[in-house]
């Protein structure tokens, strides 16, 4: 059975920094994009960046280098370095995996976690 398991959200300051990570089990994601989701409350859901398996990222438009995505394919773990929050950023963030890089844009991932909240107070 396919896992995601979200870590490390929680409550910050503004201009703090948190580090997401994600657990993938159940199957071999090498050649699987990871990537991350996030839904602030009462918004639609939005793609924040991506990460093939050979590693070449893509990230949404107002990340504008705040965030860094990365992974270790051994062991099947993907991460979101998140820098200088904003209150902006309060929302759940979903660790996700596809086939295809193509599956994020349509947000139909084949695998979704079940989200880690983030709280940036200002």
């Known amino acids: 059975q396919v896992q995601l398991v979200e870590s490390g959200g929680g409550l910050v300051q503004a201009g703090e920094s948190l580090r997401l990570s994600c657990q993938a089990s159940?199957?071999?994601?090498?050649?699987?994009?990871l990537g991350w989701y996030r839904q602030p409350l009462g918004k639609q859901r939005e793609l924040v960046a991506t990460?093939?398996?050979?590693?070449?990222?893509k990230y949404a438009d107002f990340v504008q280098g705040q965030f860094t995505i990365s992974r270790d394919n051994a062991a099947n773990t993907v991460n979101l370095q998140m820098n200088s929050l904003k209150p902006e950023d309060t929302a759940i963030y979903y660790c996700?995996?596809?086939?295809?890089?193509?599956?994020?844009?349509?947000?139909?991932?084949?695998?979704w976690g079940q989200g880690t909240q983030v709280t940036v107070s200002s």
């Open positions: 996700a995996s596809g086939s295809t890089f193509a599956s994020f844009i349509q947000g139909k991932p084949s695998y």
């Open positions: 159940g199957r071999t994601f090498d050649n699987y994009a």
């Open positions: 990460i093939t398996g050979n590693g070449k990222t």
